[in-house]
């Protein structure tokens, strides 16, 4: 008999595990960027067992940023970035009852990667996890119950346990969503509604082609955002659109990531002038909106019915924060560039970070989808990848 366990029992984010070639300078530059401070590490014995060493950082919202790097080659990390430049290789969520949400994902016949893992700390903490596999190649997500465990996590060591503490860069309100690219969204987003129970919340299309039909190239996008209802936790999801498949910015992200992935996770924050002031100061790139797209903005804000905002709009177009919303609800979001850009070099890859600021519009910035579109084109172009895609184009 089915038991009636209908639900993933998603709590929030624990943390994000990124893979990286380079432990010392991924460390270094999201403490830099974002504020982020180191908080564990993990220990000889961990490090010896698994073939990996990580560092974990109090990230966006205190949610943990684990920085993992291999030791050895057959280690998961390794296998990961032999096959794909550095980037996120697991979200990890906490769940309200791991037992419960493993009858779920079984359920669903989902693809466990290991058994439960049961771990007692001596204070009477616990610590339940599992973890599967998805739809998006080699990233896996990672379920979590823990009470009072005394480390960050097993085979970890605490560096600094103060808890609570603020990002002095803002980022306090953790990760507002996370965004995948695949060359077909479908498998990844019914993987998110069979295994996961999530649902439909948002969908666009967009394409060059749309606004400029006559210029015989182009790129398009669409986008599907799923979530779970429960804990509110959304997930974008990007497919390249035809025609000019090849030229969208999404095939480009899977042929440079080797595969579908994490594109970008976005932090929310309530201040974006003062977070991106500082994010900048740090020597961290944006992506830019072009003239055109602050010369059109008055136009736009009355089109969508918002008549002011609290923000001063010449500091918000200095800064090259983009505007959407409607009804008199808004939201302000920039983009950074990827962080091969960011490291300067090609094996750091091309996840990239958002911040976004929501002034009661939940939506994900329609307006603003065409805006980021046509400033990674820009990129894009700039490293005379356009050119290579059309030649690649035309032998379709
Ligand atoms: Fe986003």
Known sequence: MKHENRSLGLVNYHSIQYFSRDLKSCVEWHKKTFGFEEIAQSSENWEKRHGMRSVVLRGAGSIGWIITEPIEKNSTAGRYLSTHPDGVAFLNFKVKNLKKTVEFLADKKAAFLYEIENHKSLNDGYWYETAIATALDDVGFRFIEESQYDQFAPGFKWINQEKNKHNSFGLDLGIDHVTCNGRSM????????????????????????????????????????????????????????????????????????????????????????????????????????????????????????????????????????????????????????????????????????????????????????????????????????QEMRERVDSLC
């Not at 299309?205 to 799923?226: A, R």
């Not at 974008?236 to 992935?261: H, K």
């Not at 602050?294 to 918002?306: G, V």
């Open 186 to 385: 479908h498998a990844i987003t019914e993987f998110y509604r069979h295994c996961l129970g999530f649902e439909q919340y948002w969908g666009i299309e967009f394409h060059t082609n749309h606004h400029k039909p006559d210029l015989g190239t182009g790129s398009g996008l669409e986008s599907i955002v799923m979530w779970d209802k429960e804990s509110g936790i959304k997930f974008a999801t990007n497919q390249p659109l035809a025609p000019y498949f090849n030229n969208s910015q999404i095939q480009i992200y899977v042929e440079d990531n080797r595969g579908s992935g994490v594109q970008h996770i976005a932090f929310g924050t309530k201040n974006i002038i003062d977070t991106v002031s500082k994010i900048r100061n740090k020597g961290a790139v944006f992506l830019e909106a072009s003239d055109k797209y602050y010369e059109q903005l008055p136009a736009r804000m009355s089109a969508m019915k918002l008549d002011k905002i609290k923000e001063p709009f010449n500091i918000i177009k200095e800064n090259n924060i983009l505007l959407d919303g409607s009804n008199s609800k808004y939201l302000l979001q920039i983009f950074m560039k990827e962080q091969s850009v960011q490291l300067q070099k090609k094996e750091a890859g091309p996840f990239f970070y958002e911040i976004i600021q929501r002034e009661g519009d939940e939506s994900f910035g329609e307006g603003n989808f065409k805006a980021l579109f046509d400033s990674i084109e820009k990129q894009q172009v700039s490293e005379n990848r």
